[in-house]
């Protein structure tokens, strides 16, 4: 493994708080909720994490960890809230200083789970398949194919703050302009039209304050790299620095929701649940 020659480490303590209420009718009860803590990236490395009430802490798919928490019995207008603290620590790490085996069957098999379309990532719109087919008149490879495709995105959208909706990679395609989501949803979608396997990264940015950004971005597979951290909003391809907080993967599917909740019994209508985090720097050093 290489690192680069001089890293910035973050130790941060992250704190969140959900809260679920019912607002509905009748009781909520038999209830489980599903909470999306962190997914594994090669940049974080997890201290601790202690959940109150005490809950089951499982991996799921695409190495998304999650707490599974069960929900007391909660009557017309009472809420629920539970807490989770993470300890982690983060470091800069740049994946194309590194070489890693790309067997071929490991690349045929993410091309047949990771380049469909989906929500959010619509392959087959005309206007993705002519930016997509320009592109790759340019390009010899898999990895150059990606570089023209992570400027495309930065030269075709106009970066604006966080939009009221995810749009898309269609409609960001035609109104030259988006968040971090419709950057990282075109990326994703210009790769998978190309056949390159391709999927999307929920999580944070720490800057100063105890307030984090929310923030998208990608990951493409790259021959003998495997899948590396694209950002087309910020700007780095290849490098996550220590203030990215990596909490949820998406590729099988185009969303995943941080708090999803089943329950049984009289409540007709789902509950409202809302979540507040925070984080802060515990201790900062250089290795």
Not at 256 to 263: D, L, Q
Request: proline share 5%; hydrophobic share 40%.
């Amino acid at each position: 493994m290489t690192w680069l020659p001089e890293v910035t480490i973050l130790r941060l303590l992250i704190e969140m708080q959900a809260d679920v209420h019912n607002n509905g009718g009748g009781r909520l009860q038999d209830a489980r909720m599903t909470w999306h803590l962190l997914t594994d990236m090669d940049n974080q490395f997890v201290r601790a994490i202690d959940v109150f009430p005490p809950a089951r802490v499982v991996e799921k798919a695409e190495r998304n960890m999650v707490a599974i928490i069960k929900v007391p019995e909660l009557q017309p207008g009472e809420s629920f809230s539970p807490t989770v603290t993470l300890r982690i620590d983060t470091t800069t790490r740049d994946w194309m200083m590194e070489r890693l085996e790309t067997p071929t069957e490991e690349m045929s098999r993410h091309r047949g789970t990771y380049c469909k379309a989906d929500k959010y990532w619509e392959v087959d719109d005309p206007l993705v398949q002519e930016m997509a087919e320009q592109i790759s008149s340019r390009a010899d490879s898999d990895e150059r194919y990606a570089r023209l495709a992570f400027d495309t995105v930065r030269k075709h959208l106009r970066l604006k703050t966080h939009l009221d909706e995810r749009i898309g990679a269609s409609r960001a395609v035609r109104e030259k302009e988006g968040d971090c989501d419709e950057h990282a949803d075109l990326f994703i979608a210009l790769l998978r039209a190309a056949k390159i396997p391709a999927r999307r990264v929920v999580g944070h940015i720490y800057r100063d304050g105890s307030n984090p950004e929310s923030h998208a971005w990608s990951e493409a597979y790259l021959a003998g790299k495997g899948w590396v951290p694209v950002d087309p909003a910020i700007g780095y391809f290849g490098v996550l620095t220590e203030q990215y907080f990596s909490r949820i993967r998406e590729g099988l599917v185009s969303e995943r929701p941080t708090i999803s909740i089943r329950w049984s019994g009289m409540a007709a209508h789902a509950p409202s649940v809302e979540e507040e985090i925070r984080m802060r720097v515990v201790e900062n050093g250089r290795g």
